[in-house]
């Protein structure tokens, strides 16, 4: 490489490429180091070919990944994204109950580029996985569901430089563990749905971290979007499996009131329901034409992946 002509260093520059694509997804030094090195710190040609080498075994290795990552379970795609209670379509890593549970094959998800939202479910929420999440180069957003932490759990999401906005839905949690929330290095918002934790706790969450979105729910869910700046609350879209769709809401339908509290617009709805659990019993009033009509029928839980 030092002293060879331009067709010797190709060579050599093509033998290490071929040597890096063979090391293990997690290796960082090695014939992969050197090139870095190289293309960092050559000159001329040598720098050259060693970051076009660099930036061809980065393309490779993001398709190996693609192929490794499927095969052990771990979802890649494009899918619904809840952040601060909106929802929007967002390439996504999903690691759930159909991961295969070999770690090892989560090494390969430093190379998964281009994707800052990830999604954390079930048996899967444990301190290892997170471990190996928090190595994707651009991920910045992202989803606890339904598993058990401690504190243990969260110190891998404790050392990331930054993450912009932070979930954690039906994952129980102590106000202990609301302290170790506060130290993840979160920009935007936290978003606690179904966790149990005071509303004491989160107000004392609120004044550790300044400038923070914090949003509090206690998990029970109806299952209707309206559109917002209206000033009445009228179902725009009624989800599938939904305890609105199982007692017979439409689109269309006009919601009023829920109990004995008046609902002018979708926000006044979404603080309503915000306030119970999953189980709850609710009387939602609504209109349906001219007709004023009522339904009892128990909350769920926000079932989106």
């Not at 002509?5 to 997690?26: C, F, G, M, Y």
């Not at 295969?100 to 079930?122: H, M, N, P, T, Y």
């Not at 339908?253 to 609710?282: C, M, R, S, W, Y």
């Amino acid at each position: 490489m030092k002293v060879g002509d331009l067709e010797t260093v190709d060579r050599a520059v093509h033998a290490l490429s071929t040597i890096a694509l063979k090391q293990p997804p997690n290796e960082e030094d090695g014939a992969l180091g050197e090139l870095r090195t190289l293309s960092v710190h050559a000159a001329g040609s040598q720098a050259a070919l060693a970051k076009a080498a660099v930036e061809e075994i980065h393309e490779v290795r993001a398709t190996q990944a693609q192929e490794a990552l499927g095969r052990a379970g771990v979802i890649i795609g494009v899918d619904q994204f809840l952040v601060r209670a909106i929802s929007t379509p967002q390439m996504v890593v999903q690691i759930d109950e159909n991961w295969s549970g070999e770690i090892d094959s989560l090494k390969w998800l430093r190379w998964v580029r281009a994707i800052e939202f990830a999604r954390v479910k079930g048996p899967a929420v444990r301190r290892d996985v997170l471990e190996q999440l928090v190595t994707m180069p651009d991920l910045n957003t992202i989803a606890v569901v339904e598993g058990q932490v401690d504190a243990q759990t969260l110190r891998p999401l404790q050392k990331m430089k930054h993450v912009s906005s932070m979930e954690f839905r039906y994952v129980p949690l102590t106000p202990e563990l609301g302290d170790e929330i506060t130290k993840i290095p979160m920009r935007i918002s936290l978003n606690l749905m179904g966790t149990g934790i005071s509303k004491e706790k989160v107000e004392e969450m609120r004044q550790q971290l300044p400038g923070l979105t914090i949003d509090h729910r206690q998990g029970g869910f109806l299952g209707v979007s309206c559109i917002n700046g209206f000033d009445v609350c009228r179902i725009n879209e009624v989800i599938p499996g939904s305890a609105a769709e199982t007692s017979g809401l439409q689109r269309g339908d006009e919601i009023v009131q829920i109990d004995k509290t008046e609902i002018g617009k979708f926000e006044d709805l979404q603080n309503a329901i915000n306030q119970k659990v999953p189980g709850d019993e609710v009387e939602v009033k609504f209109r349906r034409g001219d007709a004023l009509e009522s339904v009892k029928l128990k909350l769920g839980k926000l079932n989106q992946r």
